[in-house]
């Protein structure tokens, strides 16, 4: 049997004057024993030992337990607490240090300290309680959560560290100073919980941790919305972020699976894969990133299927040494590019679809930049494809309607296309310049309001079983570029079927425009004007320059005739 007993400051029969004389005589007959405490404030260290019920008499918030320094509760046994309130600070307001220890609709406030720690070897549970200013602890024990609140820790609200199991439901962290929860080489569960304001990521995984997260929303965090890093690993499903910087993030070597995800206006990026982490993400939408809705950089690896991103800045970008894997993806309604690849990195992209961008896919950088795109379509653009610098681009089964140019080759780039098409663009299909290559099979341009083909500089076309059904000529070749044309057509009724410089070899050409040799200049085009109204704007033609916005600072450079000049 149970055997009760009775605090009340203010005595009564049979009543102990305070909690520490019940829990003496409770030690003393050696049984389960349930202490009822009248409402009031007790100033008292409340060593509880044994299978111990501590309950308010008057319900949560009318008993007060403090100390104005040390530890309020010290918890060894099976230990319950309902209903009361625990004050203390600069350290443990309430530990367990041996046996289970549940906090029932309890609340902790701990002022620059630990609110409940929870040490190697114990279980503590938390139900529909509330932790204010410290943090929750758990090392290398076990832990449930539930209907929780954790409210303005000092730094971490929830830290499970040191091979610590945790479970949190249900619950809400808002206002940490550092992160909401933080598994560090431990494993915790996060379902069905609120994040708010917190001053780093609201969730943080790293050395080796597990962090798996389900039916969660992540509201107006300074860092990360989620962030694992050093080889951690888990799972985000079903989850919101919205308001962060940097939605969901991985580095490190770290591996995260994400599905299910919706990631709205997070201000820099809303996908971030660096330093050699992984990644899988399928099934996500990124509304509104502020500069790039998936960003990989520095040797990251991730792969992205069936994903949706629409407004903001960038769609896609890999950088500085990275590889990606993209499908399925839908992109719409950017200002800039839908696709990008930069600086030695490759991207794979099969079965994507871009509306509206401004630019569809541009690379630039070494002869180790690459891209690959299968069954792609773009529609209403500026320039669908543009590659420059000695990057390379291989196109296959890839379609540009409706914009201004299909595809482009600039600088020492090569692009290599097969069985693509072009279809209703003003300026021209496919072209290049500089010293760039363009290799095409089964190449089909229809309805060019310009130019089918076109060569400037030294750049070269090598062009086979293709089709020009056009408005405009059918190819131009202008300054010292060359090429080849095998066995092309070239329909239509104004202009020639080639204009070239004498530089161009043509093998079954089929047409009934006529060939016209004739050393031709370079013709300037109408100039493309980009207005962003978050950033530049640009009028004429632009070479070999980087822009960037919504940053603190920013540095333009131009090149004029006289030379660099620095702004």
């Avoid at 769609?315 to 930069?342: H, M, P, Q, Y």
């Avoid at 992209?349 to 379509?377: M, N």
Wanted: net charge negative; with cysteine.
């Amino acid at each position: 049997m149970v055997a009760r007993y009775v605090v009340s400051p203010r005595g009564g029969r049979r009543a102990h004057p305070d909690i520490t004389s019940a829990l003496r005589a409770a030690a003393a007959r050696g049984r389960a024993a349930e202490i009822e405490i009248a409402p009031g404030r007790y100033e008292e260290f409340l060593d509880v030992r044994g299978d111990v019920r501590l309950v308010a008499a008057e319900g949560p918030g009318s008993v007060v337990v403090g100390l104005p320094r040390g530890p309020v509760l010290l918890a060894a046994g099976s230990v319950t607490l309902h209903g009361l309130t625990l004050a203390g600070r600069e350290s443990v307001v309430a530990g367990c240090h041996a046996g289970t220890l549940t906090l029932d609709h309890t609340e902790v406030w701990a002022h620059g300290g630990v609110g409940v720690h929870a040490p190697p070897g114990t279980s503590v549970t938390l139900r529909d309680s509330v932790v204010a200013h410290g943090r929750t602890l758990f090392t290398g024990s076990v832990g449930l959560v539930e209907r929780c609140r954790f409210t303005d820790a000092a730094d971490n609200a929830v830290a499970v560290i040191e091979g610590a199991q945790v479970a949190v439901l249900g619950s809400r962290i808002e206002g940490s100073r550092i992160h909401g929860l933080r598994v560090s080489d431990a494993r915790a569960e996060v379902v069905g919980c609120e994040l708010v304001d917190t001053g780093q990521a609201a969730l943080m995984a790293d050395a080796r941790a597990r962090l798996t997260v389900a039916d969660c929303a992540i509201t107006s965090v300074h860092g990360e919305g989620i962030m694992f890093i050093e080889q951690s690993r888990g799972s985000v499903d079903a989850t919101t972020v919205t308001g962060a910087r940097h939605g969901i993030a991985a580095a490190s070597g770290a591996d995260p699976v994400v599905r299910g995800c919706v990631l709205t206006n997070c201000r820099d990026t809303g996908i971030n894969v660096q330093t050699a982490a992984r990644g899988r993400f399928e099934d996500c939408r990124i509304i509104d990133a502020g500069n790039v809705a998936v960003f990989v950089s520095d040797g990251g690896t991730p792969e992205v299927h069936d994903c949706h991103i629409s407004g903001g800045n960038v769609g896609v970008a890999v950088t500085e040494g990275s590889r990606g894997r993209f499908s399925g993806l839908v992109v719409e309604d950017l200002t800039n590019s839908a696709l990008r690849v930069w600086t030695g990195s490759e991207g794979l992209f099969e079965d994507v679809r871009v509306d509206r961008c401004t630019l569809g896919l541009d690379t630039k950088g070494d002869g180790g930049t690459t891209a690959g795109l299968t069954d792609v379509v773009f529609r209403d653009f500026e320039t669908a494809v543009t590659a420059l610098g000695q990057s390379r681009v291989t196109l296959k089964g890839v379609t540009a309607e409706r914009g201004g140019v299909g595809f482009f080759a600039g600088e020492e780039a090569q692009l290599l296309v097969h069985d693509c098409e072009v279809a209703a663009v003003s300026i021209g299909g496919a072209g290049v310049s500089g010293r760039a290559k363009l290799s095409a099979r089964n190449l089909t341009v229809n309805g060019s309001e310009g130019t089918g083909l076109a060569a400037s500089g030294s750049g070269y076309l090598d062009v086979g079983n293709s089709d020009f059904n056009g408005a405009g000529t059918g190819a131009t070749f202008a300054d010292e570029s060359g090429g080849r044309l095998v066995a092309c057509s070239v329909d239509g009724t104004r202009g020639p079927a080639v204009l070239h410089n004498d530089r161009v070899e043509l093998v079954s050409l089929r047409t009934t425009r006529p060939v016209v040799r004739k050393t031709v200049r370079t013709v300037e085009q109408t100039p493309t004007i980009i207005n962003n109204y978050a950033g530049p704007v640009i009028n004429g033609p632009v070479h070999n320059s980087q822009f960037a916005w919504n940053n603190d600072t920013a540095t333009q450079n131009q090149t004029t005739e006289d030379g660099p000049a620095h702004e």
